[in-house]
C-alpha cells in the first residue's frame, strides 16, 4: 500500500500589520520581520497534520515576492519590467531555513517557485517588447540560482 503525503499550495491568510510594511515601503526599507507570520501559517499546518509543509506564501502575492529580487523589474500595482532581468539574490531560502528551526523533524519542506511563463504573462513589460526573450532571461534567473 502506498502512502499518500498531504501538501499545501498558495497563500495562507494572516493577519499583517499593514502600516509597518507601509512604513518600510515609503522609506525604502526591508527590515520587516515575517517570521512571525510564517510561524503562524506553518503552526497552524503542523497542527493540521500536514507532512509536506510551505512558507505560507505570507510575504507576498506570489508574482511580485520573486519580482521584488530581480534586478530589471519594480512592483507598483502590478509588476513592471523596467530593465533587464538579472539574478539578485536568493529570495526564499532565508524562510526555508527558519521553517526548518521551528517544525518537527519528520516533516518535510516544499519551497514556493513559480515558472517563467508565469513571470512574464503577469508582469507589465515596458522594457523587452519581447515577451519570449524575456521568459527566457527569467529561465537564465531560475538557472543562475540552481547552479550557485
Known amino acids: 500500500m502506498v502512502e499518500l503525503k498531504t501538501c499545501v499550495i498558495?497563500?495562507?491568510?494572516?493577519?499583517?500589520?499593514?502600516?509597518?510594511?507601509?512604513?518600510?515601503?515609503?522609506?525604502?526599507?526591508?527590515?520587516?520581520?515575517?517570521?512571525?507570520?510564517?510561524?503562524t501559517a506553518v503552526t497552524d499546518m503542523v497542527d493540521a497534520?500536514?507532512?509536506?509543509?510551505?512558507?505560507?506564501?505570507?510575504?507576498?502575492?506570489?508574482?511580485?515576492?520573486?519580482?521584488?529580487?530581480?534586478?530589471?523589474?519594480?512592483?507598483?500595482?502590478?509588476?513592471?519590467?523596467?530593465?533587464?532581468?538579472?539574478?539578485?539574490?536568493?529570495?526564499t531560502v532565508d524562510d526555508q531555513k527558519y521553517i526548518r528551526t521551528i517544525i518537527p523533524k519528520n516533516r518535510m519542506i516544499k519551497g514556493v517557485l513559480t515558472g517563467p511563463f508565469t513571470l512574464a504573462k503577469s508582469c507589465i513589460d515596458l522594457y523587452y517588447n519581447d515577451e519570449k526573450q524575456m521568459a527566457f532571461d527569467y529561465i537564465l534567473y531560475k538557472t543562475a540560482r540552481l547552479i550557485k
Open 10 to 39: 498558495g497563500s495562507y491568510p494572516v493577519q499583517i500589520d499593514n502600516l509597518n510594511l507601509a512604513r518600510d515601503y515609503f522609506y525604502q526599507e526591508e527590515k520587516t520581520s515575517w517570521n512571525d507570520y510564517i510561524k
Open 49 to 91: 497534520g500536514i507532512d509536506i509543509l510551505s512558507d505560507g506564501q505570507t510575504r507576498d502575492p506570489f508574482i511580485q515576492l520573486f519580482a521584488r529580487r530581480f534586478k530589471g523589474c519594480r512592483v507598483r500595482d502590478r509588476v513592471e519590467v523596467t530593465g533587464k532581468i538579472e539574478y539578485n539574490g536568493p529570495i
